[in-house]
């Protein structure tokens, strides 16, 4: 048994406690924390160890991710030159369907805007003879 002394002096106790953390600000004790010097006492790489960084990035959500990453920026940091350097230009050649290519291009237009500068050129040189004495 115990003894009834010890069984009150633990209820008042614990009267106390509930009635000092029903009277705390939980708000201002949290604005009182100085966060800084509480993270500057952890141990990142002892927390990160115990982590399931799988698990976090499983919850990552990527179109959020990459919807914040400049393109423009990553785009202008590739060495294009290295990047081509590295293309198997016969390979990427043979994938080439020429026959739809060939179907699918407009040959006369073609022809006829590459001969049209040279008969402007021609219309332009001789209209230049035509003036001169």
Same mark, same amino acid.
């Given at each position: 048994m115990t003894?009834? *002394?010890e069984e009150l002096a633990q209820q008042v106790t614990e009267r106390v406690v509930d009635l000092v +953390? =029903? @009277?705390?600000? $939980?708000n201002e004790l949290v604005a009182r924390i100085d966060l800084n010097a509480l993270l500057s006492r952890i141990d990142l790489d002892a927390l990160l160890a115990h982590a399931d960084l799988n698990a976090l990035l @499983?919850? +990552?959500d990527v179109n959020v991710l990459v /919807?914040? +990453?400049?393109? /423009? *920026?990553v785009l202008a940091r590739v060495d294009v030159n290295a990047l081509l350097d590295q293309v198997d230009v016969n390979d990427l050649v043979s994938r080439?369907? $020429?026959e739809a290519l060939v179907q699918n291009t407009d040959l006369g @237009? +073609?022809?006829?805007? =590459?001969?049209g500068g040279v008969a402007t050129e021609v219309l332009d040189a001789a209209r230049s003879q035509a003036v001169a004495p």
């Open positions: 003894d009834p *002394a +953390v =029903s @009277a705390l600000d $939980i @499983a919850r +990552v /919807n914040q +990453v400049d393109l /423009n *920026a080439v369907d $020429i @237009a +073609v022809i006829a805007t =590459s001969t």
